[in-house]
């Protein structure tokens, strides 16, 4: 599985972002998705995961403001964040795993390249 991560950028506090995964393989529905984050200077921390049924998991400082989705035709999971605050700069990665929606980034077989979420005025 590859996956191509987009969607990042520089938005205010408050604001929103709607993060992309792209994955490639045939396969695409027998793997969970994960999302994880990065900021400077710390370690890559779990943000959220989506199962093979669309069961979601949410690390607790993003629940409520973060949804993730899954379009199983189109190979694609969303991250939308809303209510963006300034703790959620990070890089952020989405990565699959067959293990279901787990939360350790051990369990993830497949990692895709970055998107930068810059929260700041």
């Known amino acids: 599985v590859q996956l191509q991560a987009s969607g990042g950028g520089l938005v205010q506090p408050g604001g929103s972002l709607r993060l992309s995964c792209a994955a490639s393989?045939?396969?695409?529905?027998?793997?969970?998705l994960g999302w994880f984050r990065q900021a400077p200077g710390k370690e890559r921390e779990f943000v959220a995961a989506i199962g093979w049924s669309g069961n979601t998991v949410y690390t607790d400082a993003v629940k409520g403001r973060f949804t993730f989705s899954r379009d199983n035709a189109k190979n694609m999971v969303y991250l939308q964040m809303n209510s963006l605050k300034p703790e959620d700069t990070a890089v952020y990665y989405c990565?699959?795993?067959?293990?279901?929606?787990?939360?350790?980034?051990?369990?993830?077989?497949?990692w895709g390249q970055g998107t930068l979420v810059t929260v700041s005025s």
């Open positions: 393989g045939r396969t695409f529905f027998n793997y969970a």
């Open positions: 990565a699959a795993s067959s293990r279901g929606a787990v939360t350790t980034s051990r369990q993830y077989e497949y």
